[in-house]
């Protein structure tokens, strides 16, 4: 009896030094985050469009608007769901560095919002939307309190470096006033369309930092919680308009289709600068080609924020 409790002691002491030293080397980390934003600020423009939800009536004899309410809209597309895998080498008891993959798509952001009225009825409504969708690169360095204990803190600080992504806007119009319907044909009374537009960033660094904790479950194995912070800002390099459907209506009544090709090369692509010139291809100023892609001032967005990571971190 004594030398089987005296077994058991011997055996329950090596599985929790077991649990309670991480062995040095190399290990990954599939992790599932979920992000909140923390910075909202106003959305830019979307082409000619304010990000303002805008709700007003129109005089039906002389076409001019009462505004009835305004409201800015603000937000950042940091919010969503990120899938990730990292991989790391530790050194010793403390330092340890890590490079992570992480896929994010963020929620959907109303970006412009306008509803006009003639008395109850609604004859103009537009809609815009934006989601981002991205692939970043995070290399870390990570500082482990060195503990015997099962549960083992660390800190997290590192760099957030956008390798692929895009933000789509998809707008929504149903205007039977013309006011945007003649901006598609001049001879437009009204018109139903839905557009997307795929606005390319450059490339960009951001700064992130977590603070976590690692606890055994087995034997190289451990489950892994975080609190990270994320800061990315980026900037727009280009826009194209990648779909485009439009049903017009003629003043005789009779409807018109215009596609994707039918858009001038002026309205489907757009480069984005620091600083327009006179010399600049800007729609609506003298020698404007739409011929050309044409050129706006650029924008900015954040797709950083505050989340929380979990998964597991098996050592191999």
């Known amino acids: 009896m004594k030398k089987l409790i005296l077994s058991a002691l011997i055996l329950a002491g090596a599985t929790l030094t077991t649990f309670a030293q991480e062995g040095r080397g190399f290990y990954l980390k599939p992790t599932g985050s979920y992000f909140l934003k923390v910075t909202p600020v106003e959305f830019p423009n979307v082409g ?10 129109i005089n039906p004899t002389t076409g001019a608007q009462t505004r009835i309410s305004e409201e800015t ?51 103009l409504g537009l809609k815009s939307v934006g989601q981002v969708t991205a692939v970043d690169l995070t290399p870390s360095l990570i500082f482990h309190l060195p503990t015997q204990k099962k549960f083992k803190p660390y800190v997290k600080v590192g760099a957030v470096v956008p390798v692929y992504g895009y933000l789509d806007i998809n707008t929504t119009v149903s205007d039977q006033t013309g006011t945007i319907a003649r901006t598609v044909n001049p001879n437009f009374a009204a018109v139903e369309l839905t557009r997307t537009e795929r606005v390319k960033p450059k490339p960009t660094v951001g700064f992130l930092g977590a603070a976590g904790f690692n606890y055994p479950i087995g034997k190289n194995i451990s489950f892994f919680s975080e609190i990270e912070y994320r800061n990315v800002s980026v ?69 950083g924020g505050l989340g929380l990571n979990v998964g597991i971190k098996i050592g191999i």
């Open 235 to 303: 900037n727009s390099d280009s826009k194209e308009v990648t779909a485009f459907a439009a049903t017009g209506t003629l003043a005789n009544g009779n409807k018109v289709n215009v596609g994707l090709s039918d858009l001038p090369v002026g309205t489907r692509e757009t480069n984005y600068h620091k600083k327009l010139t006179p010399s600049s291809n800007v729609p609506g100023t003298a020698g404007y080609d739409a011929t050309k892609p044409s050129d706006d001032l650029k924008s900015y967005i954040n797709i």
């Open 73 to 123: 809209i603000t937000g950042s597309f940091g919010q969503g769901w990120r899938a990730g895998l990292t991989g790391g080498f530790r050194f010793n008891d403390v330092v340890a560095v890590e490079m992570g993959a992480n896929f994010f798509k963020s929620e959907e952001n109303t970006m412009a919002r306008q509803a006009g009225f003639i008395g109850n009825t609604q004859v």
């Open 48 to 57: 000619s469009l304010q990000p303002r939800d805008y709700v007003f009536s």
